[in-house]
Nanobody, 124 residues
């Protein structure tokens, strides 16, 4: 069983920055594709960013491209999401997720494990 724990959420003003962290258990973390998803009130969960096991390839939703950066530190079993130039529409619960087989699919149903989420609120 893989466990994921997010941290770093909070309240920021529009234009500000925040870094989210996701600490993972699992003996083969370096082989997992890791992703960040978010869900706003009344909306479906949506893809934000993902990173393959080596960390050398990343993928982003168009809505965050150029503003967010995903990275990972396999020695620490941790994945990060650096969020810059935040907008009120970025307000959501952000979830860390893992695909144990290295898939690059971006649909939520492609992920095998999920954290419980961390709330990000961006004020105008």
């Amino acid at each position: 069983q893989v466990q994921l724990v997010e941290s770093g959420g909070g309240l920021v003003q529009a234009g500000g920055s925040l870094r989210l962290s996701c600490a993972a258990s699992g003996r083969t973390f370096s082989s997992y594709t890791m992703g960040w998803f978010r869900q706003a009130p009344g909306k479906e969960r949506e893809f934000v960013a993902s990173i393959i096991g080596s960390g050398f390839s990343t993928y982003y939703a168009d809505s965050v491209k150029g503003r967010f950066t995903i990275s990972r530190d396999n020695a620490k079993n941790t994945v990060y999401l650096q969020m810059n130039s935040l907008k009120p529409e970025d307000t959501a619960v952000y979830y860390c997720a893992a695909n144990q087989y290295g898939s690059i699919r971006t649909a939520p149903e492609a992920m095998d494990y999920w954290g419980k989420g961390t709330l990000v609120t961006v004020s105008s």
